[in-house]
């Protein structure tokens, strides 16, 4: 996996996975956000896969996972192994 800075123009794909478009197929308000970062999975399984996330979902996802993205990103690289 890899992380970068979101290019400017992207809009969050969770927020657009939940807020979706309008009838006349523009994007719902909600679904307008600024995607924070970039992630570029490097794994066999999903090879390839990029998502943008805003910060509020990289929030969501640290705090249901209980590791920053930073060691989300470690613990893929097999950098950083759970103990307990």
């Given at each position: 996996?890899?992380?970068?800075?979101?290019?400017?123009?992207v809009?969050?794909?969770?927020?657009?996975?939940?807020?979706g478009?309008?009838?006349?197929?523009?994007?719902h308000?909600?679904?307008?956000?600024?995607?924070?970062?970039?992630?570029?999975?490097?794994?066999a399984?999903?090879?390839?896969?990029?998502r943008?996330l805003?910060?509020?979902?990289?929030?969501?996802?640290?705090?249901?996972?209980?590791?920053?993205?930073?060691?989300?990103?470690?613990y893929?690289?097999?950098a950083?192994?759970?103990?307990?």
């Open positions: 996996m890899s992380i970068h800075k979101a290019d400017g123009r809009f969050c794909d969770y927020c657009k996975d939940q807020w478009k309008n009838k006349d197929g523009s994007w308000e909600k679904a307008q956000v600024k995607a924070w970062v970039t992630i570029k999975s490097e794994l399984k999903s090879k390839g896969q990029i943008h805003c910060m509020a979902h990289v929030r969501e996802g640290e705090k249901a996972v209980g590791m920053t993205l930073v060691q989300q990103v470690a893929a690289h097999g950083v192994e759970l103990v307990g």
